[in-house]
């Protein structure tokens, strides 16, 4: 049940009873497509051929790896209206978010990763201090892992696995990917268009399922699992991966804080903050999900925020002019529904939207823009990741007060600093916990190929994007030379009193890294290599 490439593809490839997973246009509960359910076999079967695949793929030159990154990417261009409007029907967005928030991005990182690898995993020489006198040197050179596992999310069906499999490509890596269960006709499409490309048959396997056939991925012996999704399901793949010291990234959920002064742009601020917390829905890992404004201005931006939600056009998210489409499916929603209730029911106020869509399509996943003011830290809707579309907004006193309650969460993703002030924002900037601070700016750094991507605390381990990102996905290797091997090492056998205290004097002068110190042991230091060249 391994779909290698297109859904027409999509064969069975075991006699047993197929399952399936049955893909939904969630702004209309319309069907879309039916994929295999991948089990733990096909999983295993598309390991084996990546790493087959792998083999030779990783002797390739960056250039050539390069090659085809970029016929692939002309292939994305060529295709770009059509897999923009797969992207926005299974995933519920608007055509134009699926442009600019998923084809865009991933066009540039293409580029970037086709033209930039062979420099940001440029073999390095290592600076090691004293040891370069005796003739040594050392130099690290990255090397393929081998497979990398992919397992992603359907908020950013095609942008966050896409990403994630041209640097493992770039790498030199095999990869086997397993799309979300709620958008595997994107997963589908990632697949074809590198087979269009002309990639090695094999070397990048989709596979379509749901949590079982991403928990067989964990168990399959790849030799890395990139994980994005829920917090629940990254401590389970760290668990699984754990069992077998299988590296893992993990990219999970947020909670991200935007934090107002009094001397920031309101009109600006209050823009970034209803696109941060209503594009794609709210259902972005980086959205604005709580919002502190000074008290000082607290009025005039809530007027403004509530005057544009107002203002939004919620549409399904083929129709023109489209701001705000679908949620993903009705458990995102429900989620949605029972923060927005606790919340009021102690004591949060309305003050934009609050509800399902009442115009929506019959089966359709929708919820307006809301706008909650009133809200506190006791509330589901300020800890817990609500992941739709909902801005709460609290006010504050003091820089202090605003960096403590950002701090507050166990989630440490992105957060973002407003003031005309730059160097407060830095300073505010740099005592958030979280791995992307933005000043002026919200949300779209995922965006940028070349900035590192993650977040700490229960927000995930490790990198995408970026020369860290990329690092990810290899193997360091230090390689270390020995320019004078004639001589034996000092700190060979035959320990002599002599020895012994050349080792003393190597505590006291050489261990200080100091040339200078190590010049006043020299004789001694000669001496025992000269004594051990004539012993041998
Ligand atoms: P999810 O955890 O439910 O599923 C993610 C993927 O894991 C899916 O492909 C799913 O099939 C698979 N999966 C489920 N159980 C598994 C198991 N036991 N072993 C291995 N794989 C398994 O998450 P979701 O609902 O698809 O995505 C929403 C979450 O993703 C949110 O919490 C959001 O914040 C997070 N997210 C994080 C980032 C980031 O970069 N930090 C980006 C996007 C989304």
């Not at 399902?356 to 089966?363: G, Q």
């Not at 820089?399 to 989630?411: G, T």
């Not at 407060?424 to 958030?432: K, Q």
């Not at 700190?491 to 190597?506: C, D, H, I, N, V």
Request: proline content about 4%.
């Amino acid at each position: 049940m391994v779909t290698q490439i297109s859904q027409t593809q999509a064969v069975p490839l075991q006699t047993e009873a197929v399952r399936e997973v049955v893909s939904y246009d969630p702004a209309t509960g319309e069907e879309l497509g039916r994929v295999p359910l991948g089990s733990a076999e096909d999983v295993a079967r598309a390991v084996a051929r990546a790493r087959e695949a792998q083999k030779s793929w990783g002797t390739l030159s960056f250039r050539e790896r390069g090659a085809l990154v970029m016929r692939a990417r002309a292939v994305v261009l060529e295709e770009l209206e059509e897999i923009g409007a797969l992207i926005s029907r299974e995933a519920g967005k608007p055509e134009a978010e699926s442009l600019s928030m998923e084809l865009v991005p991933t066009l540039d990182l293409m580029q970037f990763f086709a033209r930039r690898s062979a420099r940001l995993l440029k073999p390095e020489t290592i600076d090691i201090g004293l040891y370069r006198f005796l003739g040594r040197s050392s130099k690290i050179v990255y090397r393929p892992l081998g497979v990398v596992g992919i397992i992603s999310p359907w908020n950013f069906p095609w942008a966050i696995p896409l990403g994630e499999v041209v640097m493992a490509l770039m790498a030199g890596n095999g990869v086997v990917l397993k799309p979300s269960e709620l958008t595997p006709l994107v997963g589908l499409k990632i697949g074809e268009v590198f087979r269009r490309a002309g990639l090695p048959e094999g070397l990048l396997e989709v596979v379509t399922g749901d949590g079982s056939t991403g928990q067989a991925l964990t168990e399959a012996g790849v030799d890395k699992i990139m994980f994005t999704g829920s917090v629940a399901t990254g401590r389970r793949v760290a668990e699984a991966a754990a069992r077998r010291l299988t590296p893992v990234v993990l990219e999970l959920g947020g909670k991200d804080p935007m934090i107002v002064f009094e001397d920031a742009d309101i009109e600006a601020a209050s823009s970034a903050a209803v696109w941060g917390a209503f594009a794609n829905s709210g259902q972005a890992c980086a959205s604005v999900e709580r919002c502190y404004v000074h008290e000082r201005v607290v009025e005039e931006f809530t007027a403004r925020v509530v005057e544009k939600t107002r203002a939004l056009r919620q549409q399904t998210g083929a129709s023109e002019g489209t701001d705000v489409a679908a949620m993903s499916s009705e458990r995102q929603l429900r989620i949605v529904e029972e923060h927005i209730r606790e919340a009021v029911s102690r004591g949060a106020r309305v003050l934009a939207g609050g509800a399902r869509w009442k115009d929506a399509p019959e089966r359709g996943t929708f919820h307006e823009p809301t706008v909650l003011a009133g809200v506190n830290h006791t509330m589901d809707v300020m800890r817990e990741e609500t992941f739709g579309p909902v801005l709460p907004l609290m006010s504050f006193k003091t820089e202090e007060e605003a960096v403590r309650l950002a701090n507050d969460s166990q989630f440490g993703l992105t957060a973002s600093v407003w003031t005309r002030d730059i160097t407060r924002g830095r300073r505010v900037a740099e005592r958030i916990e979280a791995g992307t601070v933005m000043v002026n700016e919200v949300l779209y750094t995922h965006g940028i190929a070349q900035t590192p991507w993650g977040g700490v605390k229960q927000s995930g381990l490790g990198r995408t994007h970026g020369r860290l990102g990329l690092l990810e996905m290899v193997a360091p290797q230090h390689i270390h030379v020995n320019r004078l091997a004639r001589l034996h090492d000092a700190w060979w056998f035959g320990y002599t009193p002599e020895a012994t205290r050349l080792f003393r004097s190597l505590a006291r002068r050489f261990a200080t890294g100091s040339a200078l110190q190590t010049m006043l042991i020299s004789p001694q230091l000669l001496r025992r290599l000269l004594d051990k060249r004539r012993r041998h």
